[in-house]
């Protein structure tokens, strides 16, 4: 019975999403990896944000490659800037609380064989348009750099 009631309540439980190449927003850098990523930095702080936290995607996975049996280099390098906007943010929460899903906001950089690109998930119709927004002029300021 107990594992019966588990099930429901496990079916009835939504499926995580996952992001496809459709739901990325990139745009190309004419310039290196560190001028990207110094790029993206000064338009988030430009912007008047903080920046919570920066991933080192790029070296994690070149570290640990031999770790999971891949020789495969996915990036040269890769980094995701995480910060949030309290305005935004709590903007498209009023409108529904459980948009806090999509906080907080990254924006990254990747440099494949010397293609550098910033980019950022796409966000849904409605208030995460704000979101889309803002994120779309950090990368217009950091590509203009």
């Known amino acids: 019975m ?13 499926l995580a999403s996952v992001a496809t190449a ?4 990139t745009t190309p850098f004419d310039g290196s990896f560190d001028d990207a990523t110094f790029a ?6 430009n912007k008047g944000l903080v920046i919570d936290y920066v991933s ?7 570290r640990t490659g031999g770790d999971v049996g891949s020789d495969t280099m996915i990036f040269d390098a890769a980094e995701i800037f995480v ?4 305005v935004v943010s709590r903007q498209v929460m009023e409108a529904d609380p459980m948009n806090i ?5 990254g924006i990254f950089v990747a440099d494949q064989g010397g293609d550098v690109t910033i980019g950022h998930r796409s ?7 704000a979101v889309q927004t803002l994120l779309s002029e950090i990368v217009t300021e950091a ?3």
Do not use: D, W
Request: aromatic share 8%; hydrophobic share 50%.
């Open 22 to 25: 459709q739901e990325v927003v």
């Open 143 to 145: 590509t203009a750099f």
């Open 83 to 86: 910060f949030c906007s309290a």
């Open 123 to 129: 966000y849904p119709e409605g208030p995460m348009q």
């Open 40 to 45: 993206v930095e000064n338009a988030i702080v």
């Open 56 to 62: 080192h995607v790029g070296e994690m996975l070149n």
């Open 2 to 14: 107990r594992i019966l009631k588990i099930l429901s309540v496990a079916a009835a439980l939504p």
């Open 101 to 105: 899903v999509h906080c907080p906001y």
